[in-house]
């Protein structure tokens, strides 16, 4: 079945700093890849639509150059938060859309990544 | 923008009992999709409905695509500790590439 390689798992980092959070997907090809953010008891927050090749899709509220998003190729997709704060902590989640199956399927998600800015 | 509306938002049950959950929506979808997520990770997929009307199994899960394309719901057979954890209903309307996704119902059985 479909697999997302989401990377690191967890992340601790100073206030300040910038991190990179890897999206993988394994044995399919993505040309849209999303990236969630949630907080504790509460549902995923969809934070952008990120094309192959193309500009990502922030949703309103979103900043962009604080999550830059790059979707080099058709597996990888990339969320850097950049001069992370406190208030950035937070469990991301990326998800994976199978391109070969015409849309019907594989919104398949990575484990998440527990970010804690200190 | 548009919102998916789940419950209960949360079920504290018995080992055994069956369970029942469901999702409604203002706007038609034509993908309704069904997810649970254990602590510290990502949203499994648990089932997928694609047609109205549709009634689907996965085991002990039974998820039905409604008539009227506006809602869904999922059961639980002879619920077992592992079910325990957060249930999310998903879904996409005609054309859009994003889910949308339901609050979540969170599951808690007693042994």
């Known amino acids: 079945g479909a697999v997302v390689s989401q990377h690191p798992s967890w992340v601790i980092c100073k206030s300040g700093t910038s991190v990179k959070i890897e999206c993988r997907s394994l044995?399919?090809?993505?040309?849209?890849m999303f990236w969630y953010r949630q907080f504790p008891k509460q549902s995923l927050m969809l934070m952008a639509t990120?094309?192959?090749?193309?500009?990502?899709?922030?949703e309103q509220g979103v900043e962009k150059d604080k999550f830059l998003i790059n979707h080099a190729s058709l597996t990888l997709s990339t969320l850097t938060v950049t001069s992370a704060h406190p208030e950035d902590s937070s469990f991301y989640i990326c998800?994976?859309?199978?391109?070969?199956?015409?849309?019907?399927?594989?919104?398949?998600f990575g484990s998440g990544t527990r970010l804690t800015v200190v | 923008g548009q919102q998916l509306n789940q419950s209960p938002q949360s079920m504290f049950i018995q080992e055994g009992e069956d369970v029942s959950m469901n999702c409604t929506s203002s706007?038609?979808?034509?993908?309704w999709l069904w997810y649970k997520q254990d602590p510290g990770e990502g949203p499994v997929l648990l089932i997928a409905?694609?047609?109205?009307?549709e009634l689907t199994s996965n085991g002990r899960l039974t998820a039905q695509f409604g008539i009227t394309r506006k809602d869904s719901f999922l059961n639980i057979s002879a619920s077992i500790p592992s079910d325990v954890g957060i249930y999310f209903c998903?879904?996409?309307?005609?054309?859009?590439?994003?889910?949308?996704f339901g609050q979540g119902t969170r599951l808690t059985i007693n042994p």
């Open positions: 998800s994976a859309r199978d391109s070969s199956t015409g849309g019907n399927y594989g919104y398949t």
């Open positions: 044995d399919f090809q993505a040309t849209t």
């Open positions: 990120s094309n192959e090749g193309s500009k990502a899709t922030y």
């Open positions: 706007s038609i979808f034509n993908t």
């Open positions: 409905l694609y047609k109205a009307g």
């Open positions: 998903a879904g996409r309307t005609q054309g859009a590439q994003k889910l949308v």
